[in-house]
């Protein structure tokens, strides 16, 4: 018998229990868009010499290892965590290393505190040094990438306005005393709007929720673009909101958001409400998505007001292109999935996997589970 025959004698309600055990299981390894970054704070000071040192470290991966949750109720607490704070300073110190002059800089007496911004914990990690020459400091780093390969250490340099940013493919940086040009910057911030979206799972299945109905009713490719310019319009306005400081929200009322935005999107399609999901529901939920997006620029720490704007320009141009990518893949495979005889079978079974995921998500963002 074909294979396709096959799936096309497959009840929806057979294989529902099926989706409902691989997404819980795949969940594992799907985060609730917290941030994915860590943070390098730098002060130079060229006359004195004097480099002072701030990473912020973010606890999250380190708080799934059970040992550190002593009470075992569910939170580590930051009396558990600097109980823990060797073993912990253990592994940064393996992730971490400058070199000065080809010699290897002590971290180990740094001061530590923990501390938390919005619904995530820091570990901060302070050291001055005295008497260098900056252009003689090298950074090796790949803290987290053996266990998120998206994860990034944002470095600011204070004085010399300058924003680097490492990840798992560019794992060292070679300081010196140049300063960034605008142009460095918004090209730099491009590249991380870009990644920002890619990285974010939720924006995709969201993007995915709304073009689905556009693809089912057959609707024109004007359709699509009003929408997908709808939601670019509507994260752009609280992007920018949210990255001026104007208003900022918490991050778990707008991350639960977000998922919910996703399951609600994902109802109206699993009920056959595809009318409904339109440019003003496509509206409505990108100014959530968008105050989603600007929590990288909150702690980038770009102090200056122009090189903040071009940051966040170059951030927000970098968000739609990566939206259009999202768009130029799926709607063409969707419109071929079209094709296929069975496809109304595969439409349910991928609307009923974004519920499940989206539910999981809002759940886990609203610290249910």
Known sequence: ??????????????????????????TTNLSAHQLKENYLSVDYNSTTKKLH????????????????????????????????KASLLKYVYKH????????KLPLEDAKVTFHRYQVQTYMQIDKTYADIDISELKLYYSMFFEKENTH??????????????????????????????????????????????????????????????????????KSLIIIATSFSLAHSITLFIAGMNIYQPNTMIIESGIALSIFIV??????????????????????LHGFGFANVLHIAGVDSTYSFVVALLGFNVGVEFGQILI???SYPALLYLNRVSFHQKIYQFFIVLALIISAFWFFQRINWI
């Open 1 to 26: 018998m074909k294979i396709t025959t096959v799936l096309q004698l497959l009840n929806f309600s057979f294989y529902l229990p099926v989706v409902f055990f691989l997404t819980i299981f795949s």
């Open 53 to 84: 040192l701030s990473f912020e470290i973010e606890t999250r991966i380190f708080e799934q290892n059970s040992k550190l949750d002593e009470s075992k109720n569910g939170i580590v607490s930051f009396k558990e965590l600097r109980h823990h």
């Open 96 to 103: 971490i290393t400058l070199l000065y002059k080809d010699k």
């Open 152 to 221: 990034k250490l944002l470095i600011n340099i204070k004085n010399l306005h300058k924003q680097i940013i490492l990840d798992a493919n560019n794992q060292e940086y070679s300081f010196d005393e140049s300063f960034m040009t605008q142009k460095q910057r918004f090209l730099t911030f491009i590249v991380e709007g870009i990644k920002h979206i890619l990285d974010g799972t939720d924006h995709i299945l969201f993007l995915s929720m709304l073009i689905l109905p556009i693809v089912i009713q057959n609707a024109s490719l």
């Open 266 to 287: 994902a109802l109206l399609n699993f009920l056959g409400k595809y009318k409904h999901v339109n440019y003003k529901i496509a509206f409505l939920f990108g100014l």
């Open 327 to 329: 768009i130029a893949v």
